[in-house]
């Protein structure tokens, strides 16, 4: 909510907020805002429609009911609700109370969620914005059952442990609230205090959580030199699946499956969470284009610089982990491999552009319908790889003196530590002047237009290759005295499986399909949400049994038939098997690497080429 169109206040107004969650089994919070030196007349109060970090319309005034408002004499005054999430009332005096109650029961990072084990909310989904004054400073009381104790971003009163305090609206909405028994941890970086509370319990062990939770604090605060706040609170979340992650000035939400600690290839997807999460203190909390902050928080904000704010932070949270040495050189080509084979299975890369993308994030990146691998990109997947593209061409064109840091952190000396955003176009001609050259070519073709990005080549700088190949192992038989294949050498690929051009899901004893890629052998054939009974008067049971089928009794080529339920009507379908995309994407480095190659691959990765081993 800007400032615009209500009278001005002779003298600012007062707020105070307090959140009672004495009853949190009925999962709602009662909550009471106290007005005071209001100048008698008309007020407004408007409540958020998104969260920033979501980019999604939710409007949370569909969760507010059983709202009343009150003079400073306790007497009833009249509600209005002139729009969705806004309301207005006449102050007769100059103070008034309005009671209302939130409905939250939806555990995720940017929602509210109250019951007998805590009490976690966002402040978009309770407070509002009065007189669409966000300038104002709020008070916030909290009321909580006995034993409870609350972990937040917010400046607690130094005497009251429910009392806090924030500068202004933006920081109140930025500043989620966890209230209850969690498990409390703290440990100290550049001299500031930092926060892990943990709700919930898994297979995770606690003490190594934290202790690498600090490693990534620290790790990454070297790289733009310290630490922007007094104090930080990680909030995790630890339930039966995950809900991602959701970053804020001072604090972050992280949502995982509870079993999500275990075995290591589980663990480092929890660690880069973190690290994607924190690296947002810097991107896009601090180093932000103008329209992301401060907020409109009544309607859709635009940008077309969101592959750089989280594709971006996708790639530093990786290459974080790296330099903290919580992941070898091995774990971080492995994702980065992965990540590229997702990205090259998407054919809307051919017609969505990352700038597009960024730009069209409120009409789908968050609810991503049936046929958005064939028409969409997402920015946090192209613009990871984009990432490590400028990055290395950026070490490529200064022989290693500059790197994509060089731009982040001159992005953040000039605007970020100065709590102002830029004009999109300082993002390029940043990159620029680091660089030492014009980057209208890599911006026109990989950002603005929809070429295909080869990762190939600017990984061959760093004397690494990329190999795709198609493995299926029904055609071998492990020996156990085989010795296992040199990651060096180039692996060699089994023939193509064979492709039905479908991604399938499993719901309730039925196989459904998810995706008909178009381009792919089954497009105009199988559609989103068919179900599929037999292939070749076979009966289907789930996804793993198509594929495996496929995969053992079937080449590319072959006429298969399919039967289905369309609508309730059966059908069957005769669909042409392809060539399916290769399923194993590994990154090696090469045999023999100029001095060039060898410089830039240790910059980059932070440790110098291995030396070959010596026979005997």
């Not at 009332?89 to 209302?100: E, G, H, K, L, V």
């Not at 300082?426 to 014009?438: D, I, L, N, R």
């Not at 020996?479 to 309730?508: F, I, Y």
């Not at 410089?599 to 110098?608: I, N, Q, S, T, V």
Request: proline share 6%; charged share 25%.
């Amino acid at each position: 909510m800007k400032q615009n169109s209500m009278p001005t206040q002779q003298t600012a107004p007062t707020i105070t907020y307090t959140v009672d969650c004495l009853e949190p089994g009925r999962h709602v919070y009662h909550v009471t805002l106290d007005l005071a030196g209001l100048t008698p007349g008309a007020h407004r109060l408007d409540m958020a429609v998104w969260t920033p970090g979501s980019y999604e319309v939710v409007d949370y005034a569909r969760h507010v009911f059983d709202m009343q408002a009150f003079d400073g004499h306790a007497e009833a005054l009249a509600l209005r609700k002139i729009a969705k999430s806004t309301w207005e009332f006449d102050a007769p005096t100059t103070s008034a109370s309005i009671r209302y109650s939130v409905y939250a029961f939806e555990l995720g990072t940017s929602t509210s969620h109250l019951d007998d084990s805590h009490a976690y909310w966002n402040g978009a989904n309770l407070f509002f914005c009065v007189d669409q004054r966000p300038d104002l400073p709020v008070e916030i009381h909290v009321r909580a059952p006995a034993g409870w104790y609350a972990s937040t971003g917010l400046t607690p009163d130094s005497d009251d442990p429910w009392h806090f305090h924030a500068d202004n609206f933006d920081i109140l909405l930025d500043s989620p609230v966890e209230v209850g028994t969690h498990r409390r941890y703290t440990f100290m970086v550049d001299q500031k205090v930092h926060t892990v509370a943990i709700w919930g319990s898994g297979n995770q062990d606690d003490e190594k959580l934290v202790a690498d939770t600090r490693t990534i604090v620290e790790t990454q605060a070297a790289m733009f030199g310290g630490l922007p706040y007094e104090h930080y609170t990680f909030i995790f979340h630890l339930a039966a699946r995950g809900t991602g992650g959701l970053e804020h000035l001072n604090s972050t939400t992280c949502g995982f499956d509870r079993q999500a600690f275990r075995p290591w290839k589980r663990y480092r997807r929890a660690l880069y969470l973190i690290a994607h999460e924190f690296f947002h203190l810097w991107n896009v909390k601090r180093i932000h284009p103008d329209m992301l902050g401060p907020f409109d928080y009544s309607q859709e904000v635009y940008t077309h610089l969101l592959w750089a704010m989280e594709g971006f932070t996708d790639y530093y949270a990786l290459l974080s982990l790296r330099r903290s040495g919580l992941y070898t050189v091995k774990d971080y080509l492995e994702e980065v491999a992965e990540a590229l084979k997702a990205y090259e299975r998407q054919p809307g890369r051919y017609v969505m552009s990352l700038a597009r993308s960024s730009f069209d994030t409120w009409l789908g990146e968050y609810r991503r319908g049936p046929d958005a691998p064939n028409r969409r990109i997402s920015y946090y997947l192209k613009g990871s790889l984009v990432g490590i593209a400028l990055d290395l061409e950026i070490r490529r064109r200064t022989q290693g003196q500059r790197s994509l840091d060089d731009v982040l952190c001159r992005l953040f000396e000039r605007y970020g530590h100065h709590g102002q955003g830029f004009p999109e176009s300082v993002y390029q001609e940043t990159a620029e002047e680091v660089a030492g050259g014009s980057l209208a070519e890599f911006f026109g073709r990989y950002i603005e237009g929809v070429d295909e990005l080869r990762l190939d080549e600017w990984l061959a700088d760093a004397g690494l290759a990329v190999d795709r190949v198609t493995k299926n192992e029904e055609l071998h038989q492990q020996d156990p005295e085989d010795e296992p294949p040199n990651p060096d050498e180039p692996p060699t690929s089994d023939p193509p499986l064979a492709w039905l051009g479908v991604e399938t899901r499993d719901e309730e004893s039925r196989l459904l399909v998810r995706v008909a890629y178009d381009p792919g052998p089954a497009a105009g054939q199988l559609y989103p949400e068919d179900e599929l009974v037999a292939l070749d008067d076979v009966r289907l049971l789930d996804g793993k049994g198509l594929e495996d089928r496929l995969r053992i009794n079937y080449a590319p080529g072959d006429v298969v038939e399919i039967a289905l339920f369309r609508r309730g009507q059966l059908l069957r379908r005769r669909v042409t098997l392809g060539d399916a995309p290769p399923n194993d994407y590994k990154i090696r480095r090469v045999k023999d690497p100029t001095p060039a190659q060898r410089a830039l691959y240790a910059g980059w990765m932070g440790e110098d080429w291995p030396t070959p081993k010596q026979d005997g």
